[in-house]
């Protein structure tokens, strides 16, 4: 069993749609969630990172904790085409590992 | 705060050769720096764990000898493909933790790497 299991899509949804983006994990020392987006051909750029279980807001974007259930998510509110791109989750172990998800490529179409 | 950059962000070489890859840390000083490697359409696949001033750490499977690794300053940490060849034309991201205990990664730009 892979730590960190992610869907790898392709998810198309039409712009100004509420989007879910998911991972589940199978460590529950996992402390740390971060979320990123990958545009073609560039690096990652961390868009959420957050501590424990919980919610934590950032403009349209949403990322939520849920430790007992080892699953965590990422809501884009009013999605855009600009928003088309692969969305990494990852977690913090111990020592600095961490852990990635495959990734899920997203599509807004206009 | 917290810029990444990769030098070259491109580039082409004969097979045979050597490249250097340059990942710095332009903002914050790094303790750690990490080097990934990425095929099209496909996940980040960690290489190696880069700790200043002390050896890199390889993950299974990858060379250490083919692919080094010199984290010599605390915001500036090299990756030299050696004797490259064309399977290892690929894209190479780094990234760098600001401190050792909570912090995330934060990524470089990338380098593409194609080897004739």
């Known amino acids: 069993q892979k730590e960190v299991e992610q869907d790898p899509g392709p998810l198309s949804v039409p712009e100004g749609a509420i989007v879910s983006l998911n991972c589940t994990y199978s460590n529950s020392a996992f402390q740390y969630f971060m979320w990123y987006r990958q545009y073609s051909r560039k690096g990652p750029e961390l868009l959420m990172y957050t501590y424990s279980s919980g919610n934590k807001e950032d403009g349209r974007f949403t990322a939520q904790v849920d430790k007992s259930s080892k699953y965590i998510s990422l809501f884009i509110r009013d999605s855009q085409p600009s928003d088309s791109a692969t969305y990494l989750c990852a977690m913090q172990g111990n020592f600095n590992k961490f852990y990635f998800g495959s990734g899920t490529k997203l599509n807004v179409k206009p | 705060g917290a810029v990444v950059s990769q030098h070259p962000s491109w580039v082409i070489c004969k097979s045979g050769t050597s490249v250097k890859i340059e990942c710095r840390s332009l903002d914050f000083q790094a303790t750690t720096m990490f080097w990934y490697r990425q095929f099209p359409k496909q996940s980040l696949m960690l290489m190696a764990t880069?700790?200043?001033?002390?050896?890199?750490?390889?993950e299974q499977g990858v060379e250490k000898d083919k692919f080094l690794i010199n984290h010599a300053s605390l915001t500036l940490s090299t990756l030299t493909v050696t004797s490259a060849h064309p399977e290892d034309s690929s894209f190479y991201i780094c990234s760098a933790v600001r401190d050792r205990g909570a912090d995330t990664q934060y990524f470089g730009p990338g380098t593409r790497l194609t080897v004739l």
């Open positions: 880069s700790n200043e001033g002390s050896k890199a750490t390889y």
